[in-house]
């Protein structure tokens, strides 16, 4: 047996160039399906492994195989309930793929729900004052204004501001949807500010937010970039682009925003999805505690 022959357990089937091959025409089917580069990434990691574990033709899995599989990420890989559940997501894809029947047993277990961690309306207003950079702050801005997805924010481009009319265009969002979200004043203003700094800069993109290299943006980096300001800022909680979308979401819902608005401008397909957030923020909990505790 080789170094490129794959034998997790039965008769060697695959081959690493098998897989590879595999993965790659499950990659332009996934693309024809308009499924986003993270997704495409996420998905190819999971069909790999499941490949390489069962070992067998896809035709040939069994109902069996199936369930020795999903207690295999379980027991032996640690996946998590999120994990769990995007393996069987991808799986379906695939199967879909092949054009063949999906096995009744691959179904995902219900994902806990918890409370989305954000930022109380203090430390929201310290983080935006917390970066000395103007990008960095337009940056941290357009997330707590507009509750994009970083994914979405480093694909901007310049034209997508529009400043008459104070919204932002987001093309091609998760679902390769795209929809409007509105850009405030105090967020339009900071956009402004960096983007005299950015029509300075040569490069040969057009992207609105550039990295220090005048390349786009990579969303590790946003990242980091983040975390770094809030450490700065001296916030405790760990701060996120995704925590910040929270943030933009709760503070919405707390000043009356509708549940159906919020949904349509967080770019959701599933009411399902924004439900997590009709939560009650700390300090309206006590508020209401305090009206309507029971007086014995």
Do not use: W
Not at 205 to 225: A, C, D, I, Q
């Amino acid at each position: 047996m080789t170094d490129k022959t794959i034998k997790i357990r039965g008769d060697t089937i695959y081959t690493k160039m098998d897989i590879e091959k595999e993965l790659r025409s499950f990659e332009r089917f996934m693309i024809t399906e308009r499924k986003s580069f993270y997704t495409i990434k996420e998905y190819k990691f999971l069909i790999s492994g499941f490949l390489s574990y069962c070992n067998k033709d896809i035709f040939s899995i069994n109902f069996e195989d199936i369930e020795n599989y999903k207690n295999f990420i379980v027991t032996e890989k640690n996946y998590s309930k999120a994990s769990q559940y995007l393996a069987m997501k991808a799986l379906k894809l695939y199967y879909k793929f092949k054009n063949t029947e999906i096995p009744p047993n691959l179904v995902p277990p219900r994902r806990s729900q918890k409370m989305p961690v954000y930022l109380n309306q203090r430390d929201a207003g310290i983080l935006l004052n917390g970066s000395s950079s103007t990008r960095d702050r337009a940056i941290i801005s357009v997330f707590l204004y507009t509750g994009l997805r970083v994914s979405e924010l480093v694909n901007l481009e310049i034209g997508d501001a529009d400043f008459e009319e104070n919204i932002i265009y987001v093309h091609a969002g998760k679902g390769d949807k795209d929809r409007i979200v509105v850009m405030p004043d105090i967020c339009k203003e900071q956009i402004k500010d960096y983007i005299k700094e950015r029509i300075k800069i040569r490069s040969n993109n057009n992207y609105l937010f550039l990295s220090n290299k005048k390349t786009k943006f990579n969303t590790s980096t946003v990242e980091r970039m983040v975390k770094r300001v809030a450490e700065k800022s001296g916030i405790t909680k760990k701060v996120t682009p995704h925590v910040l979308r929270h943030t933009f979401a709760t503070s919405i819902l707390r000043n009356g925003g509708d549940i159906r608005f919020i949904q349509q401008i967080l770019g959701h397909s599933s009411l399902a999805t924004t439900q997590i957030y009709t939560h009650i923020d700390d300090s309206t909990l006590k508020e209401m505690y305090s009206q309507h505790m029971p007086k014995y």
